[in-house]
């Protein structure tokens, strides 16, 4: 496998007048960078050699942001270059999403919801990868000794129990998560590098799990959706949380294997 150059090497191939600015965000996969771009405040992401390993697939990322930006709901992409792991989006300004005041949460939650419910009611585009099945399928792959082959065969299993109920797949997120979330007067999404096809179910009850939503606060969240209960049910929303929860385990073990089979190669 080719070596990824360092951010520096990387930062001096992107066109235009580009200002590399503050470390906003540093995971196994990826470093995040406020800077400008032709005088453009911007967010730049530089990808890890782990994110090659994994999954994802920017081109697929960048595909489903154009396919959702009349929405006004999500970063606009200026610059992407996939061979050198580089994306750069318009900044947007605003806070973590929180409803702390007790009087904040029926409007906010209802807010979340209706931005949801627009992201779910977008079509698909014909040529967007399933991202979400495919990482399945490399955690399974990955995780073959027990216990972590117990885990995921787990996840697994209760996923298909769970996605077969006759449900259509819609356009989902799949990482809904605080640090996805920014408020600046309505809700905007970030980070779609999961996104892709998928139950509705999974980012309901990401959001529920996420907030530690109680009964009432689902509601709201219902409320915002359209008023389809019938995704909102409180026992089968413990059920996909208690998949995610699975899933964001097996995830932690899959970057640590990968990672540790990078250091293989490199040594």
Not at 113 to 136: M, R, V, W, Y
């Amino acid at each position: 496998m080719k070596a990824m150059r360092s951010v520096a090497e990387r930062a001096n191939t992107i066109p235009g007048e580009f200002v590399l600015r503050k470390n906003l965000a540093t995971s196994p996969i990826s470093e995040i960078y406020l800077c400008t771009l032709n005088n453009i405040k911007a967010v730049v992401r530089f990808d890890a050699p782990c994110a090659s390993m994994l999954a994802i697939h920017r081109a697929n990322e960048v595909i489903v942001l154009n396919s959702i930006q009349d929405l006004q709901l999500s970063p606009r992409v200026l610059y992407h270059n996939q061979l050198e792991g580089v994306l750069i989006w318009k900044f947007i300004a605003g806070e973590e999403f929180s409803f702390d005041l007790a009087h904040q949460r029926e409007s906010y939650l209802q807010s979340l919801g209706k931005g949801l419910k627009l992201i779910h009611s977008q079509a698909t585009p014909p040529e967007c990868l399933d991202i979400f099945s495919n990482s399945l399928s490399l955690y399974q792959s990955l995780l073959q000794e027990a216990p972590s082959k117990s885990l995921v065969d787990k996840a697994s299993s209760l996923y298909e129990a769970l996605s077969n109920d006759g449900s259509n797949y819609v356009l989902s997120h799949n990482d809904l998560n605080r640090s996805n979330l920014l408020w600046c007067n309505k809700v905007y999404f970030l980070d779609w590098e999961y996104s892709g096809p998928n139950h509705p179910c999974f980012d309901i009850a990401s959001l529920v799990k996420t907030y530690n939503l109680m009964p009432a606060e689902i509601a709201y969240l219902a409320d915002g959706y359209d008023g389809d209960h019938e995704l909102f049910k409180i026992d089968t929303l413990n059920q996909w949380m208690q998949f995610i929860s699975y899933l964001d385990e097996v995830w932690e073990i899959s970057v640590t294997t990968i990672q540790a089979q990078l250091k293989i190669k490199i040594d």
